[in-house]
């Protein structure tokens, strides 16, 4: 029972399928904004789902968001000397990104007030240099976390914004999981409540992989301050960051249809609660997992490698928490994104270690 990736198992929805197949004869060069009908039904989305407004000019396709993950900070033109900030358990692919643009990575989940260097937990940080680390350029939230589940709140990430914007460093905020709270309700930090009604240097980057099965097309969008979207556009332009036009269709289908999402979220829901049951009965402890599509979980007396083994034994397989930064090197990570038939295999599996 492999619950150690968050990769979809479920069918592509069908009116995506369609859509897909209704646009397979594209000869000509797409273009790197998309068409109008794609930026449109992404605004459409952010206001119906999210309560956001943005102009459809400023939202720009990406091919998967792990791409523009691993560029922005290229993109932005950071260098040697600047640093990117992260959380401190966190997606693998903030660092990443950092590291390709050769700037400072630093994991931490607060900023200090503009002036000082940021201060991470010495065992977080991802910084070689013996220097403190340079002028933050870049700042990285994600509610829902990846792989946590937390979810920031307004009050939260406008505390994030107003470090950012003090600094004069971008903040880039991780939607992937939007659509997917549990037991809180994430929101954008695009949203009113959180950007003061002003854009200025504010990103909110968007996946469509996990709201409707579609990791296999690769597909997102990234949309936000207008200036610094047309800028990514321009080198997106020359550098052929292209969405096919088959994706961009699919795409612009998918994110005008909420059914299948509704129906996609109770699917997980329903895998999540019998899960969750399943590893709380067994004497793992649930933290945070408000959100998205993991479980974040402990066992007193294991830290993550130990609790990796104990289910590894019972055939169930998940991601020790310390893959995502040292502060999680007592828990593991336990993904929703198995069969039906493979979650209760695994809550099978999980009653003979209760
Ligand atoms: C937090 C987070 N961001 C971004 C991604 C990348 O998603 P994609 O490239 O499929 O849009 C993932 C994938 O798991 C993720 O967990």
Same mark, same amino acid.
Request: hydrophobic share 45%.
């Given at each position: 029972?492999?619950? !150690?990736?968050?990769?979809?198992? $479920?069918?592509?929805?069908?009116?995506?399928?369609?859509?897909?197949?209704?646009?397979?004869?594209?000869?000509?060069?797409?273009?790197?904004?998309?068409?109008?009908?794609?930026?449109?039904?992404?605004?459409?989305?952010? +206001?119906?789902?999210?309560?956001?407004?943005?102009?459809?000019?400023?939202?720009?396709?990406?091919?998967?968001? *792990?791409?523009? @993950?691993?560029?922005?900070?290229?993109?932005?033109?950071?260098?040697?000397?600047?640093?990117?900030?992260?959380?401190?358990? +966190?997606?693998?692919?903030?660092? @990443?990104?950092?590291?390709?643009?050769?700037? $400072?990575?630093?994991?931490?989940?607060?900023?200090?007030?503009?002036?000082?260097?940021?201060?991470?937990?010495? %065992?977080?940080? *991802?910084?070689?240099? %013996?220097?403190?680390?340079?002028?933050?350029?870049?700042?990285?939230?994600? #509610?829902?976390?990846?792989?946590?589940?937390? &979810?920031? %709140?307004?009050?939260?990430?406008?505390?994030?914004?107003?470090?950012?914007? $003090?600094? /004069?460093?971008?903040?880039? !905020?991780?939607?992937?999981?939007?659509?997917?709270?549990?037991?809180?309700?994430?929101? !954008?930090?695009?949203?009113?409540?959180?950007?003061?009604? #002003?854009?200025?240097?504010?990103?909110?980057?968007? %996946?469509?992989? *996990?709201?409707?099965?579609?990791?296999?097309?690769?597909?997102?969008? &990234?949309? /936000? $301050?207008?200036?610094?979207?047309?800028?990514?556009?321009? @080198?997106?332009?020359?550098?052929?960051?292209?969405?096919?036009?088959?994706?961009?269709?699919?795409?612009?289908?998918?994110?005008?249809?909420?059914?299948?999402?509704?129906?996609?979220? !109770?699917?997980?829901?329903?895998?999540?609660?019998?899960?969750?049951?399943?590893?709380? *009965?067994?004497?793992? +402890?649930?933290?945070? #997992?408000?959100? /998205?599509?993991?479980?974040?979980?402990?066992?007193?007396?294991?830290?993550?490698?130990? #609790?990796?083994?104990?289910?590894?034994?019972?055939?169930?397989?998940?991601?020790?928490?310390?893959?995502?930064?040292?502060?999680?090197?007592?828990? @593991?990570?336990?993904?929703?994104?198995?069969?039906?038939?493979? &979650?209760?295999?695994?809550?099978?599996?999980?009653?003979?270690?209760?």
């Amino acid at each position: 029972m492999d619950l !150690s990736v968050g990769t979809p198992v $479920d069918p592509v929805p069908g009116v995506v399928q369609d859509a897909l197949r209704a646009a397979a004869d594209a000869p000509g060069y797409p273009a790197t904004h998309g068409t109008r009908a794609l930026r449109e039904a992404a605004a459409g989305w952010l +206001a119906r789902c999210h309560g956001v407004t943005v102009d459809p000019d400023a939202v720009l396709p990406l091919i998967g968001t *792990k791409e523009f @993950i691993a560029s922005l900070p290229t993109l932005l033109g950071c260098g040697p000397g600047d640093t990117v900030v992260y959380p401190e358990l +966190a997606y693998p692919t903030y660092d @990443i990104g950092a590291r390709l643009a050769g700037a $400072d990575p630093v994991a931490a989940d607060e900023l200090p007030p503009a002036g000082l260097p940021p201060r991470p937990q010495a %065992s977080a940080t *991802k910084t070689t240099a %013996s220097a403190p680390p340079g002028p933050v350029r870049l700042v990285w939230v994600n #509610s829902p976390s990846n792989p946590t589940g937390r &979810v920031l %709140s307004a009050g939260q990430l406008a505390g994030a914004v107003r470090a950012a914007r $003090d600094r /004069g460093a971008v903040l880039a !905020s991780d939607e992937c999981y939007i659509g997917l709270g549990w037991t809180a309700e994430p929101v !954008s930090v695009l949203h009113p409540d959180v950007s003061g009604g #002003s854009f200025d240097g504010l990103l909110a980057v968007h %996946s469509v992989s *996990k709201r409707s099965n579609l990791a296999g097309y690769r597909a997102g969008f &990234v949309t /936000g $301050d207008p200036a610094l979207v047309a800028e990514l556009l321009e @080198i997106r332009k020359h550098a052929g960051m292209m969405m096919p036009a088959p994706v961009q269709a699919a795409m612009t289908a998918a994110l005008g249809d909420d059914a299948h999402a509704e129906q996609q979220r !109770s699917v997980y829901a329903a895998r999540r609660e019998q899960l969750g049951s399943a590893l709380d *009965k067994a004497g793992w +402890a649930i933290t945070h #997992s408000e959100a /998205g599509l993991y479980l974040w979980a402990s066992r007193p007396g294991h830290d993550c490698w130990s #609790s990796v083994d104990l289910l590894a034994g019972a055939g169930i397989l998940v991601a020790p928490g310390e893959f995502y930064g040292p502060a999680g090197a007592q828990h @593991i990570r336990v993904a929703l994104t198995a069969t039906d038939e493979r &979650v209760a295999a695994a809550v099978r599996r999980l009653s003979t270690l209760a």
